[in-house]
DNA sequence: AGCACA
């Protein structure tokens, strides 16, 4: 069934309705593909900006002989196929149907998500992303973050329209040097649309804005400067606590799920979200309870412990950073307790950023904060007036007019007031769970029989039931 | 300048 590998050449190639365009233009857009084409017949589908380079594309005729009459034509033109001057060449796919899988990334929305290539999350600020931005309309709400994809940001407009118009002025552009460090080579702006529609930003910090609420507070750990771990009156560190916590999954000879998860630390309260993920070769997870008292039991209670017998699985707990997780409400990696259904929401859930099954924001998640000065110091604050789009030049120089200086506090057009509701929803559901109080868990007692007793791996402390009895997970 | 990975 081995049809590939052999390499197809020009006059060898099996004509199809399909043609396969190549050293176009990058910046190339389908209206130009069809200008090309469209001379020799019924352009039924395109697909541009293929490849590496994104100087690939497909055009699909309607019919073969009008293919064949466009490839015929260049074959004996004097004049070569072109594309914005650069000289096009044009074969036969070797496929017979251009398959359009647009990808979410490509409805458009009024959110998108910027990944900026080639830079570390602290070469570009959230205030030249915002004055990048800014130069296509009021931009509401900015949310920072660092993936495997790079340092990336979600960017929210009013609409959609506004933020296709940003997108198409700006992707594969690069931000202008002068708005960069010195040791910044290339940074490339890659835009696609998120699935988001309104990003839930809890605080003002230097990794997230919300420009539409001044009244949102500051991220508290902005204000003091720096996340250091709070000291002790003995002097020791003091882990700073969090209703969330951070599990390291150690010696994980058995599958651990989300459903094992649930059961584990169900046993301390109600668990509002769960988020596996795997980082450095190792499993962690993010377990989230409605108040850091629950939490802080459940970690005394399980550091340490193993989920199976035999020291297999064995759980080391910490704070996290994040306060609230944002994960997809129903994968086999993440789970969402706070929403109803959610076997049912799960299809409609915003995959806003690819690549990851659980992403989430936090703006409090950097332990540096630069400066006392709220803005980050930045100077380069500007306000463009909303709306208006200017053209974007790259190769702007500084000194250019539009920047004024801009006090610290945010630029502070109270748009949609009911914004502010959205706060008030972030909050925890009113459950209010029973706590199992440290002291009613007995070392030799599995808090796992407290929730579901039946067909779930045993909570040992270490190992001390008799050996043989294997979880259930096999 | 050489085939789409969503």
Known sequence: MSTSGQPQFRYTQTPSKVLHLRNLPWECIEEELIELCKPFGKIVNTKCNVGANRNQAFVEFADLNQAINMVTYYASSSEPAQVRGKTVYIQYSNRHEIVNNKGPGDVPGNVLLVTIEGVEAGDVSIDVIHLVFSA?????????????AGFQALIQFSDAVTASSAREALDGRSIPRYLLPEHVGSCHLRISY???????????????????????????????GFVQPAVGPDGKKKELESNVLLASIENMQYAVTVDVLHTVFSAFGTVQK?????????????IQYP?????????????????YDGGYCKLHLSYSRHTDLNVKAYSDKSRDYTIPESGLLAMQQAPGVPTAATVWQNPQASPMFPGSEFAGGSAMLAQSSAGQVPSWDPNMQAGRPTFVSVSRTFPGKTY??????????????????????????????????????????????GGSLPPGQSPYYG
């Open 136 to 148: 296509f309309g009021f931009v509401h709400k900015i949310a920072t973050f660092e993936k495997a």
């Open 291 to 307: 108040d850091v008292t629950t939490a802080a039991v459940a970690k005394d209670a399980l550091e340490g412990h193993c989920i």
């Open 194 to 224: 998120s699935a988001h529609t309104d990003l839930n930003i809890k605080f003002q910090s230097h990794r997230s804005r919300d420009y539409t609420n001044p009244y949102l507070p500051v991220n508290p750990t902005a204000i003091e």
């Open 274 to 286: 769960i988020a596996i993920f795997e980082k450095n070769g190792g499993t962690q997870a993010l």
């Open 416 to 461: 949609a007031p009911s914004s502010v509701q959205a706060y008030a929803s972030a909050s925890t559901p009113g459950v209010s769970s029973p706590l199992v109080q440290t002291g009613q868990i007995s070392p030799t007692v599995s808090p796992l029989g407290v929730s579901q007793p039946v067909h779930q791996p045993n909570m040992q402390p």
